[in-house]
């Protein structure tokens, strides 16, 4: 690589990385779970996704005051300075670049701990929207809007930089960043990370069939099952996709995180540089090395936790599942094991497969259905340490009705979605 960093700073960024991102298991009776859902607001009337603020009709900062009010929501600004709510419970809501609303809850000791709040929250901001005449879209991206009507709604450095480097690949990263949803969960690393590293990268494609819930765009039907999976393979593939099975996975994502382009930097004889060559040339340190690790958008992103980001947004109805899925495999030891033994190396063709034909792929559909019993027998075995009966009889009604007889959310959308 040109510009490749001498072996002390590169073992010093490695080290950092390791400390930071790849953080050893916690010593906690319990591994902790989070989760960030999104939603994309839509006014009724005009079918068109609410701004942010303005003097619009309907906005998505009046919907938040409206459902805080009498919540003891306390509105604030973000450290990106972007509108910010924190919750009593320590969730916060806020809003991505075009208008999308994410709840992040805070780390919960169960997966259904995490539910009470996740649904609290979805039950405010309906009983909000409701007479503001807003529909809450629970989709993988917005089924209606061309991107050409779907402005960058967020004025912040950030965003405007993130903008401008995607803009200069394509119409893809605009329509990531201002017109998709998706649920994360996020977990900990557990006492044998390197094997859950392994098998959340394996899983991913799994996870995007099975799950896939956005096969609608601009108002027509896409040959995806995810268009917004489809979305994030054409982004870039520098900083985004699944990481292979190795030795030494924080040395791979140093690898990767050296090799991507650095967004925030000044361009490099008219493009945008990896970031090894701004380390090199002194251009770069520690501070932008940290800010650029905030801009991979792999689908299992360390950060102290292990984020998996590769699920659609899911009705809230089926919260349950993804937590039941993830968690049952990544908590319990003897389903995490089997996991590993099932899947092969993480695969970028598979993951591409996986979003654009999803479960009506045999292969993918008689793995996904191995990967949902070994979830729900770890569930069993973890009992309510992860879910309560009741949330997992909701997990499993999910399954039932899908993944186990080859369908996905996406396979109920025969029309444009119109408001719920």
């Not at 992860?386 to 025969?414: I, K, N």
Request: proline share 8%; glycine share 8%; aromatic share 8%.
């Amino acid at each position: 690589m040109t510009g490749e960093p001498g072996r002390a700073v590169r073992r010093a960024l490695e080290r950092s990385l390791r400390a930071r991102a790849f953080r050893p298991p916690r010593a906690r009776e319990r591994p902790l779970i989070g989760a960030e859902a999104e939603f994309i607001p839509v006014d009724v009337l005009s079918r068109a996704v609410c701004p942010i603020d303005g003097d619009a009709p309907v906005t998505g900062l009046r919907l938040l005051r409206d459902a805080g009010a009498e919540r003891k929501w306390r509105e604030c600004l973000s450290e990106k300075g972007t509108p910010h709510f924190v919750l009593p419970d320590g969730g916060t809501l806020g809003f991505e670049p075009g208008g999308q609303i994410e709840y992040s809850s805070p780390p919960c000791v169960t997966a259904s701990g995490l539910l009470v709040g996740l649904r609290e929250t979805v039950a405010a901001l309906r009983a909000a929207a409701d007479p503001l005449g807003i529909t809450l879209l629970a989709v993988g991206i917005d089924p209606e809007t061309p991107v050409e009507q779907a402005p960058l709604q967020l004025d912040a450095p950030r965003y405007r930089a993130m903008a401008d480097y995607f803009a200069s690949l394509g119409p893809f990263g605009a329509r990531m960043m201002r017109q998709t949803a998706a649920f994360q969960v996020s977990l900990d690393f557990g006492v044998e990370a390197e094997r859950l590293w392994r098998v959340l990268n394996a899983m991913a494609p799994y996870l995007a069939a099975i799950f896939a819930n956005s096969p609608v765009y601009a108002g027509q039907p896409t040959a995806h099952s995810s268009y917004r999976a489809h979305c994030w393979r054409r982004l870039d593939p520098a900083r985004t996709g699944v990481r292979q099975a190795c030795d030494d996975p924080a040395a791979d994502y140093c690898d990767f995180a050296l090799a991507a382009p650095a967004m925030f930097l000044p361009r490099v004889e008219g493009g945008f540089a990896p970031f090894a060559v701004h380390l090199a040339s002194g251009r770069a340190g520690e501070a932008e090395w940290e800010r650029h690790l905030t801009t991979l958008f792999p689908e299992i992103r360390p950060r102290g936790t292990l984020e998996v980001r590769t699920c659609d947004a899911v009705d809230p109805e089926w919260f349950a599942a993804p937590l039941a899925l993830i968690g049952g495999i990544a908590y319990d030891l003897a389903a995490l094991r089997q996991a590993d033994e099932l899947l092969e190396s993480a695969d970028p063709e598979l993951l591409e497969r996986a979003g654009r034909i999803g479960l009506a792929d045999p292969a993918i559909a008689g793995t996904a259905r191995d990967l949902v019993i070994l979830a729900l027998d770890g569930c069993d075995a973890l009992g309510d340490a992860l879910l309560s009966a009741r949330d997992l009889e909701g997990a499993r009604e999910f399954f039932a009705r899908y993944t186990l007889v080859g369908r996905a959310p996406a396979d109920d959308v025969r029309t444009v979605p119109v408001a719920s």
